[in-house]
């Protein structure tokens, strides 16, 4: 039986205006549609990685409003294990402005809000217990990621980094990451090289690796993921689609990922599966709610 799955991060809800083209600065343009999402790197990943069939504790923490609560009911409707979720009255939920236009691209500013408050004090060792894989991302604070990371060391539990927003990150935060699952502009910011190629992709997963990374996957859009470890350098390909709304692309995958490695399924397999969920999430407006069911992959 697969191993329970922590998500460790950020909760948003997301206000997304449709439109036809990005404004430029000073200009005032019409949108075509509004909705309000649910939304959070860690939310996303978690609730993908539940949607396709995994045993998912969530963790994060949540202002004492509206937006709170919705999330809070969201989580449980999506089978989350929420029992170590926060409220805060110190801080408002977080939120996300996000304006889509008609090519499918995206442009986010997050109000990042109680996120931003989720301290090391108040993660209990408990939430480390039964778990296989722990999932994080970077819209928590710096040093709750840190302590997490360290804790997973000492608990010898498999950590998955999703670099994202992108920051430089101390040398001693990657050391023995199991995976780490950046984009191609995100590598650029950790790394110094930008992507481009297969010499230029090569030498970003070296440098990952070198810093004592065991996995590296390069998430590359359209084109699919460039895997690099002990078994693999290669790119594996991501089916054709036509994309309306990239939101949640990289979270969706990351939900994906961790999911398959948590069933068995080995790299190439577990790639495959993630790009077809990701696949699958860009054809579709919003964030969570784009993430497909396991039905939908199989």
Known sequence: MPGKI???????????VKTEEFPEPG?????????MNPGGKGANQAVAASRLGA????????????FGKEALLGFEKENLDTKYILETPDFPSGVASIIVNGHGENQIIVAS???MDLQPSELPD???????????QLEIPIETIAYIIEKCRELNLKIVLNPAPAQKLDDNLLKGIYLITPNETET????????ENEETLKQSALYFREKGIENVIITLGKQGVYLSNDQYTQIVPAEEVIAIDTTAA?????????????????????????CKASGISVTRMGAQSSAPYQHEIK
């Open 188 to 195: 650029k910011i950790l790394t110094g090289i930008l992507p």
């Open 250 to 274: 990289g979270d969706v995958f990351n939900g994906a990922i961790v999911s398959a490695l948590s069933e068995g399924k080995d790299w190439i397999d577990a790639c495959q599966f993630a």
């Open 126 to 136: 408990t939430i480390f217990q039964d778990v296989e894989l722990v999932l994080i």
């Open 6 to 16: 922590l998500v460790i991060g950020s909760s948003n809800t997301d206000l997304v």
């Open 27 to 35: 200009e005032t343009v019409l949108g075509q549609t509004f909705l």
């Open 55 to 66: 045993d998912v504790r969530f963790v994060a923490k949540l202002g004492k409003d509206v």
């Open 113 to 115: 809000g109680a996120n």
